[in-house]
């Protein structure tokens, strides 16, 4: 990416935040969108807006189509705020990444505590043959 494409795309992120939520008024935005990035080409005629939103998928679906649907009014709004002559085209996604991440945390935080049951349990047996008692191992 160019640093013009870089620049519109940190203007076009900052501009939307607060159009969406300052002027969007839609009962289907109920899941705190938040823009995560926004890619631009670089021609600058197309901006990939992506998007997490809290709530079920259900909800973030819904959000995400009141999205794509005040695109126009979005582009628009824009328009006005930005110095370019013509505002790029905006399409909205789920940002997938941040799902992909939080999949990953869970999946480390979930060996980090099998990790520390497994050595809880090695002490226990140490500490048991040390006082001479037989461990859970070797009772069976």
Do not use: C, W
């Not at 628009?76 to 905006?90: E, G, M, N, V």
């Not at 999946?107 to 002490?123: F, G, P």
């Amino acid at each position: 990416m160019s640093r013009r494409t870089e620049r519109v795309a940190s203007t076009i992120q900052q501009e939307l935040a607060q159009i969406i939520m300052r002027e969007l008024n839609d009962p289907r935005l109920t899941g705190l969108p938040s823009i995560t990035r926004v890619k631009v080409s670089p021609d600058l005629s197309i901006a990939d807006v992506y998007m997490t939103i809290m709530g079920s998928e259900g909800q973030q679906n819904a959000a995400i189509n009141a999205l794509r649907h005040s695109a126009g009014l979005l582009r628009l709004k824009l328009t006005k705020q930005l110095t370019l002559r013509i505002a790029p085209f905006l399409k909205f996604h789920i940002d997938e990444n941040l799902k992909r991440e939080m999949n990953v945390l869970q999946l480390l935080q979930k060996v980090r505590e099998e990790n520390e049951e497994a050595e809880r349990r090695a002490q226990q047996a140490t500490h048991a043959v040390e006082e001479g008692q037989p461990s859970e191992n070797q009772a069976n």
